[in-house]
């Protein structure tokens, strides 16, 4: 059976809700995963995802837990609206010949989603990553003081505003796209696990051959293949988020690429520096990916379009 026919802007209402909500939700768990995934040796502040909330909070009051999320909020309406409709578009594609999709169908709309979102993603983690680390930096200034660099200043926390004129006047539109080359070794992959694993796990629980899924299995179905598909690709994530922070504290390592940011953290840190963060991204992404099914397909997107006078 070929995918359920939904418009463009119903798509795109859908996908623009369910980021909104996730991410309200999670956001203090990813800030965590961000800057446990950018201690080095020699640095390390937090021990956990907790103790990193714990001192957060202490020293940046409750609301430093959500550093970030102005930017996040912002733009995730516009990247899952794209993640979702396209990989939408690419299954409806592969399926027009009425036959359903094989896995390797799949994993190539799965694929082309991944691709496609990017355009979106990369620079609104760039600016987040950014004003989520910044508190790290700070703290480790004023705690850790023989860890910085001799003659280094003390930088004011920075804004998105702010961050985006600074990178388009330095650099221009390729300022906000640094480490497009790690977001797409991350997002695809991540992707062609994703969603093949999500409509896999969601036929599993219709209700007959062609009756939906409930909106629990589909949620179900969401924090399963989203939390699998975020630890599998974890350690390109952990790359992404080193090669993309522009502000470091003290001595810590800068990098040049993805090979150069491989070859560093293998030989100072080891290879389980590749799985910091993970848990903390599977407890981000799964509800994250939960939410954006249970929304997509109650249909909520269609169900407010259906106010609207029609042509």
Do not use: W
Request: charged share 15%; glycine share 10%; hydrophobic share 40%.
């Amino acid at each position: 059976m070929a995918d359920k026919q939904i418009s463009l802007p119903a798509k795109l209402i859908n996908g623009g809700i369910a980021g909104l909500i996730g991410v309200s939700c999670v956001f203090p768990i990813d800030l965590a995963k961000t800057r446990l995934q950018n201690q080095q040796n020699g640095s390390r502040l937090y021990t956990s995802m907790s103790d990193c909330l714990i001192k957060t909070i202490r020293s940046e009051g409750y609301f430093g837990m959500y550093r970030g999320s102005a930017v996040n909020l912002t733009l995730v309406t516009p990247e899952k609206a794209i993640k979702l409709a396209a990989n939408d578009f690419f299954r409806q594609y592969l399926s027009k010949d009425g036959q359903k999709l094989t896995l390797v169908k799949e994993m190539l709309a799965g694929c082309g989603a991944g691709t496609c979102q990017v355009v979106m993603t990369t620079p609104m983690e760039l600016l987040k990553i950014q004003l989520q680390d910044a508190g790290r930096v700070e703290a480790q200034r004023k705690l850790m003081p023989e860890a910085v660099v001799a003659g280094a200043v003390p930088t004011k926390s920075p804004t998105a505003l702010h961050l985006t004129r600074q990178l388009l006047k330095e650099k221009g539109i390729a300022g906000l796209y640094k480490g497009l080359g790690a977001t797409l070794l991350r997002d695809v992959p991540f992707s062609i696990i994703y969603f093949p694993l999500f409509a896999n796990l969601n036929n599993l629980g219709k209700r007959g051959v062609d009756g939906p899924a409930p909106f629990y299995v589909s949620f179900v179905s969401g924090c399963v293949a989203g939390s699998t598909a975020a630890v599998a690709v974890n350690p390109v994530d952990v790359i992404k988020t080193r090669i993309q922070t522009m502000n470091r504290a003290g001595a810590e390592e800068t990098y040049s690429g993805v090979t150069d940011c491989i070859s560093k953290i293998l030989k100072n840190e080891g290879p389980t520096a590749f799985l910091k963060g993970a848990y903390c991204r599977a407890l981000v992404i799964a509800p994250l990916f939960g939410i954006a099914q249970v929304v997509y397909f109650l249909g909520v997107g269609e169900y407010i379009l259906s106010f609207l006078p029609s042509n």
